[in-house]
Nanobody, 125 residues
Framework: QVQLQESGPGLVRPSQTLSLTCTVS??????????WNWIRQPPGKGLDWMGA???????YYSPSLKSRTSISRDTSKNQFTLQLSSVTPEDTTGCYC?????????????????WGRGIQVTVSS
């Protein structure tokens, strides 16, 4: 059974880069053909897909975040990482990693078959 676990700092200063890691257990992130996603949910708002990295290593980003977002992976650790630069307090959010079997960009929860528990990130000075 595949499990995902997010990790990273809970507090980030404005203008800094947020970095979160998702550790995958019970399955490989290189297994054909899955997508490994980052999805956020700001307070009082719905799910917002941020980007994904495919099992091939190809990356995909939300157009609204593309200029500030980078997703990478470490296959030796079975992890993938999100970096969001130039954060502001508006980037305060709950953040989830999730798996899908196709590229799903709408952020509808039923489109992702496995989710991490999520991590709360606050941007504040």
């Amino acid at each position: 059974q595949v499990q995902l676990q997010e990790s990273g700092p809970g507090l980030v200063r404005p203008s800094q880069t947020l970095s979160l890691t998702c550790t995958v257990s019970g399955g490989s992130i290189t297994t054909y053909y899955y997508y490994w996603n980052w999805i956020r949910q700001p307070p009082g708002k719905g799910l917002d897909w941020m980007g994904a990295i495919a099992s091939s290593g190809s990356t995909y980003y939300s157009p609204s975040l593309k200029s500030r977002t980078s997703i990478s992976r470490d296959t030796s650790k079975n992890q993938f990482t999100l970096q969001l630069s130039s954060v502001t307090p508006e980037d305060t959010t709950g953040c989830y990693c999730a798996r899908s079997n196709a590229l799903k960009t709408a952020g509808r929860d039923r489109e992702y078959d496995t989710w991490g528990r999520g991590i709360q990130v606050t941007v504040s000075s």
